[in-house]
């Protein structure tokens, strides 16, 4: 498995009343990637684990992750995604319906009591779940 991932963001706003506009545009690629996966699921209240790293790429195991991608393909259901490191370690997001999350890679830190930067920490699991109903989720995720 090989290719490339180009991937590409861009926002624009206007003010309607002072005619100031406002614009931000980012472009980004990764070349020779050596695994890749997109899936699509149907989530529900029960926590589930997406993804997992280990040090030998594997059944529905990466080593490395040179980018993923998060859409809320719902219409009404909100998603929680885990990003986890250990029992005592992890942080999480929240997207709405419609919204998408990137990360870029699975390096994190943590600090429950909000203290200065500690050490970067590999992210060993990601998680999802709804917060009710059963949202549709769909992801990609590439290894360089």
Request: hydrophobic fraction near 45%; charge should be neutral; glycine fraction near 8%.
């Amino acid at each position: 498995m090989s290719g490339t991932a180009a991937w590409a963001a861009s926002v624009s706003l206007s003010d309607g009343t002072s005619g100031e506009t406002y614009a931000l545009s980012a472009a980004y690629s990764v070349a020779s990637m050596t695994a890749y996966d997109k899936r699509q699921v149907i989530l529900s209240t029960t926590v589930r684990t997406l993804l997992q790293f280990d040090t030998v790429v594997g059944a529905g195991k990466l080593t490395e992750n040179s980018g993923v991608m998060f859409i809320n393909r719902d219409a009404t259901q909100l998603i929680t995604l885990g990003f986890i490191v250990s029992a005592s370690k992890a942080f999480y997001v929240r997207i709405s319906p419609g919204q998408f999350f990137v990360m870029w890679n699975r390096v994190i830190d943590t600090n429950v009591t909000g203290g200065a930067f500690a050490a970067f920490t590999n992210v060993t699991d990601i998680t999802a779940a709804s917060t009710a109903g059963t949202p549709y989720l769909e992801y990609i995720i590439m290894q360089a």
